[in-house]
């Protein structure tokens, strides 16, 4: 029993020392935007037919050059409402930038299949930048999305770069929106 007590000590104290992390490891970054982004591959086209907010469809080809934040979204969930101040914040600040700002509407129930609840869900949440309307969940499953919302960030060659679900990480979200407007485009 004495040997399990010295045993138990001994690693609490190398613990204690090394404030839990192992020595022969450098810290992680502490906000892991900072490090380069992943490259998740290549980001599916939409194929989207009904846009808000837009006089044509959009499509990731014509897009490069620009970086998309894609938003998976149903006007009916909170979480979605949440997080438009800060799309609208950031389709504000760094549209003239590059970036471009598409809300894909995949809809959790009847009411919200229908356009005319679309249009007027965003005009009353003040959302100017387009919209695509995804009844069918094309792009929704393209992305393999499961939860709304979600962000996707596409980069300038059409690769997705970051990947968010939920409410939250806004600086997170904008700093990355900001490292990937500043990467060379080739």
């Known amino acids: 029993m004495k040997w399990r007590f010295i045993i138990l000590a001994t690693i609490i104290l190398a613990a204690c020392a090394t404030n839990g992390k192992s020595q022969a490891t450098p810290p992680a970054s502490q906000n892991p935007v900072e490090d380069q982004l992943p490259d998740y591959g290549p980001a599916p086209e939409l194929t989207n037919q009904v846009w808000l907010n837009t006089d044509r469809p959009l499509r990731l080809a014509d897009l490069r050059g620009k970086v998309v934040l894609l938003e998976m979204w149903t006007f009916g ?86 990947k968010h679900i939920g409410e939250g990480a806004y600086q997170e979200t904008e700093t990355a929106i900001k490292s990937l407007l500043v990467e060379n485009y080739q």
Request: charged fraction near 15%.
């Open 77 to 162: 969930c909170i979480n979605c409402q949440h997080v438009i101040p800060s799309l609208t914040g950031w389709y504000n600040i760094y549209a003239s930038q590059g970036l471009v700002i598409i809300g894909n509407h995949y809809p959790e129930f009847a009411s919200e299949r229908d356009l005319d609840n679309l249009k007027q869900a965003v005009k009353q949440l003040a959302i100017t930048y387009p919209v695509a309307q995804d009844n069918e969940g094309v792009t929704w499953r393209a992305y393999n999305n499961q939860y709304w919302p979600s962000l996707f960030l596409i980069d300038k060659m059409g690769h997705i770069r970051y």
